[in-house]
T-cell receptor, first 113, second 116 residues
């Protein structure tokens, strides 16, 4: 079946450090891939997405590239800020809308000044 | 467009009681999914409704049920509450009509349920 694996953290970085959160997936066909972010006390919100191989999603300085050959969708940011402290979820939406969306366990990120 | 709304935002119940949570999706969205989020188990899928039909179901006991109305609003019900049901319950709406451009889920702020 479909699954998502991501590093669970917690991850603690200093401000302006480089961020990588690894995400790999298992799926039949070519699903859409997502990164969602959850700030304290809020629901999840879409950070970025990619719908086909080699697509790069980007938003607010975050980037992730859909790598079919390595079944990965790693999240990166060149210089994190304190305001990026949140929980990040990798997710996949299967090719058919009749299958459920799969979320990873989430990675907690704390950025310290 | 208004976002996904969930009511109530906070709820306190005692063991053995039942509870009903409500979710109003973004206008035009026919898919509504429910998730349970706890510190220990993370984000767990409960069920998805599409056009009033349950399309997918997670691995939860029968005490957890849901439904969707013709206006796409959805409710979930938990009967015979247990302490372990304390969690943040998130609702997400989407078009999810088969096109890749419509499969983004939009989440509400959640309902925080505490069972005493």
């Amino acid at each position: 079946g479909n699954s998502v694996t991501q590093m669970e953290g917690p991850v603690t970085l200093s401000e302006e450090a480089f961020l990588t959160i690894n995400c790999t997936y298992t799926a039949t066909g070519y699903p859409s891939l997502f990164w969602y972010v959850q700030y304290p006390g809020e629901g999840l919100q879409l950070l970025l997405k990619a719908t086909k191989a080699d697509d790069k999603g980007s938003n607010k300085g975050f980037e992730a590239t859909y790598r079919k050959e390595t079944t990965s969708f790693h999240l990166e940011k060149g210089s994190v800020q304190v305001s990026d402290s949140a929980v990040y979820f990798c997710a996949l939406s299967p090719k058919t809308s009749y299958d459920k969306v799969i979320f990873g366990p989430g990675t907690s990120l704390s950025v310290i000044p | 467009k208004a976002g996904v709304t969930q009511t109530p935002r906070y709820l306190i119940k005692t063991r053995g009681q039942q509870v009903t949570l409500s979710c109003s999706p973004i206008s035009g969205h026919r898919s509504v999914s429910w998730y349970q989020q706890t510190p220990g188990q993370g984000l767990q899928f409960l069920f998805e409704y599409f056009s009033e039909t349950q399309r997918n179901k997670g691995n939860f006991p029968g005490r957890f049920s849901g439904r969707q109305f013709s206006n796409s609003r959805s409710e979930m019900n938990v009967s015979t509450l247990e302490l372990g049901d304390s969690a943040l319950y998130l609702c997400a709406s989407s078009l999810r009509d088969g096109s890749f451009s419509t499969d983004t889920q939009y989440f509400g702020p959640g309902t925080r349920l505490t069972v005493l």
